[in-house]
């Protein structure tokens, strides 16, 4: 596990405060860095792991808010056809940060473990809102694509 170490600009835990520039650039090293483990490969097992985390999420993850878990649909969508195939409009840069993000949000240990009710989703949702805003544009054509609405993910 992760020691949680205070943000040395704001003192709050590193990379939970959305307002501090050195724990924003904290989650987004941590996003690159999950980011380079994406393969090609391993995108079906990203896929299936975000399906159990939402057919069945952990207690910790139950009082995520409804709008997390709906965006995590999403992201779970399109890693889940674009290993399948069925949709390659999108690039690659754009499936690694989607996979990245959502590993992050899945494993349990991270920069504050999700466990620690309620500060340990503030990381998870950082990161979260750092790759949806990276790759909106791509999700909305994959919605358009996918015939869903895209403001019921909130796009």
């Not at 483990?37 to 985390?53: E, I, K, N, S, Y």
């Not at 290993?83 to 494993?107: K, N, Q």
């Not at 999700?114 to 750092?130: F, K, M, N, R």
Request: aromatic residues 10%; hydrophobic residues 50%; proline residues 6%.
């Amino acid at each position: 596990m992760k020691k949680i170490r205070p943000c040395p600009a704001c003192g709050k835990p590193q990379g939970s405060n959305a307002v501090c520039l050195s724990c924003r650039d904290a989650a987004a090293k941590e996003l690159a860095r999950e980011a380079r483990d994406v393969t090609d490969g391993g995108l079906a097992a990203r896929a299936d792991a975000a399906g159990r985390f939402l057919d069945r999420p952990p207690w910790y993850a139950r009082f995520a808010a409804g709008k997390v878990l709906t965006r995590l649909r999403l992201l779970r969508m399109i890693l889940g056809d674009y290993a399948s195939g069925a949709y390659r409009l999108v690039p690659w840069r754009s499936i690694a940060v989607c996979a990245a993000a959502m590993a992050y949000v899945i494993l349990p240990f991270d920069l504050i473990p999700d466990w620690i009710v309620p500060i340990g989703w503030t990381d998870d949702l950082l990161v979260l809102s750092l790759a949806w805003g990276m790759v909106k544009r791509e999700l909305r054509e994959y919605c358009a694509w996918k015939g869903v609405s895209p403001a019921h993910f909130g796009l």
